[in-house]
């Protein structure tokens, strides 16, 4: 017998290989410059990242949390007041809804795109609702028109999670322009990953561009001039001249991830797995590749065991979770959630991934 295949469910290492030259240049020439806080790297990220997304501005932070948070304390949101979200996410969306001392109020998904339903949101709407943050979870936006409408009835802020989203399209809007802001991570394993935490709000308004620059940098305006009580939350400069590097093949890392979705999406039909349903305004940067199995646990050791990584996003929602035992929520309260989380098992993907890996997962899978 030969070597074992072995597929991993991320490879880091692959894609640093192909671009090794251009992101040592980069890291040697902020160390060289001594320019470590924000600086050139930072700005001109931030003015590719704004281009890249289409939006007036995109403000670099310390982590895809940070971005959430900031964002919503740019809008004044915070105690007593609620924020409505998607209750099959993260729970770093949830957290930065409670940072600012709001209250995350969850909302059931979508049974075929594993987003928010929007059917839903509106029975969630208290006189004490400021915001919806919708999630485009696993890299597939959520349906944003009738959330729009519905921020528009009844005076809410729209921030989107796009922290799996970067550079997905609804409608032919990319992520993180359609919102009144929205956050993104630079979290490694994201479609746009730095070597360490990295973050950024994106968005169309000065105001709140402005009132993020004050609320990363102590609330300064310019040095020792605070006009409010900020934080320490810029993105590191580092980081910075990392993903500019990183930013100019992100298209084509998205393709090359659309290209294996479609590849398993031809390949498991005939496997006993629910597939990822994309809806016309969609046009998803596949962050994950995510299957809905019966026996999900069965089926996610015979992976392992045939030398495939796997992962599961969540296993276990955010209502059942000790930390959010204050919400009062039982098993019970989001169904489709609740049933989905002992399903959804995300298979290996990141661009550098080979056909070959691929059919390997498939035949492996194909023999449980
Ligand atoms: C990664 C992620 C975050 C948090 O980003 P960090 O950079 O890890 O703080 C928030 N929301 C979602 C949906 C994420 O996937």
Redesign the pocket.
């Known amino acids: 017998m030969g070597e074992k295949l072995q597929v991993p469910f991320v490879d880091l290492k692959a894609q640093r290989a192909t671009i090794k030259d251009e992101l040592d240049a980069a890291i040697e020439n902020v160390i060289a410059n001594t320019a470590f806080i924000l600086g050139p790297d930072v700005a001109k990220f931030e003015e590719a990242f704004a281009a890249f997304c289409g939006t007036k501005y995109a403000v670099g932070l310390d982590?895809?949390?940070?971005a959430?948070e900031l964002a919503l304390r740019a809008f004044d949101i915070g105690p007593g007041d609620e924020v409505i979200t998607a209750a099959n996410?993260?729970i770093?969306?949830a957290l930065a809804i409670s940072y600012v001392g709001a209250t995350p109020v969850l909302v059931d998904i979508h049974p075929e795109t594993y987003n928010i339903n929007v059917d839903l949101i509106e029975d969630a709407i208290t006189e004490r609702t400021k915001a919806i943050m919708p999630?485009h979870?696993y890299g597939q936006p959520a349906d944003m028109d009738p959330i729009l409408a519905i921020a528009d009835k009844h005076g809410l802020i729209v921030i989107e999670?796009s922290?799996?989203a970067h550079g997905a399209r609804y409608k032919g809007k990319r992520a993180g322009s359609i919102g009144h802001a929205a956050?993104f991570?630079?979290?490694p394993a994201?479609n746009l990953g730095a070597y360490g935490?990295?973050?950024a709000v994106t968005t169309n308004d000065p105001t709140v561009a402005d009132k993020l620059r004050m609320l990363r940098d102590y609330g300064q305006t310019k040095k020792y001039h605070h006009q409010i009580q900020g934080f320490n939350r810029r993105l590191d400069t580092l980081q910075a001249a990392i993903l500019r590097v990183k930013l100019q093949y992100l298209d084509e890392w998205n393709a090359a991830r659309r290209a294996h979705a479609q590849r398993y999406h031809e390949l498991l039909a005939d496997v006993e797995a629910h597939l990822p349903v994309v809806p016309d305004f969609a046009e998803p940067v596949w962050h994950l590749y995510v299957v809905r199995v019966e026996d999900r646990d069965g089926m996610r050791a015979h992976l392992a065991e045939n030398g495939v990584g796997t992962g599961i996003h969540y296993p276990i929602p955010i209502h059942l979770q000790p930390a959010y035992a204050e919400l009062g929520l039982k098993e019970g309260a989001f169904p489709v959630t609740e049933e989905y989380a002992k399903q959804l098992l995300s298979l290996p993907m990141y661009p550098e991934i080979s056909p070959e890996l691929i059919e390997h997962v498939y035949s492996v899978m194909k023999e449980f």
Do not use: E, H, N, R
């Open positions: 982590s895809g949390t940070s959430l996410t993260y770093a969306t999630v979870l999670d922290a799996q956050g991570s630079f979290y994201k935490d990295g973050g």
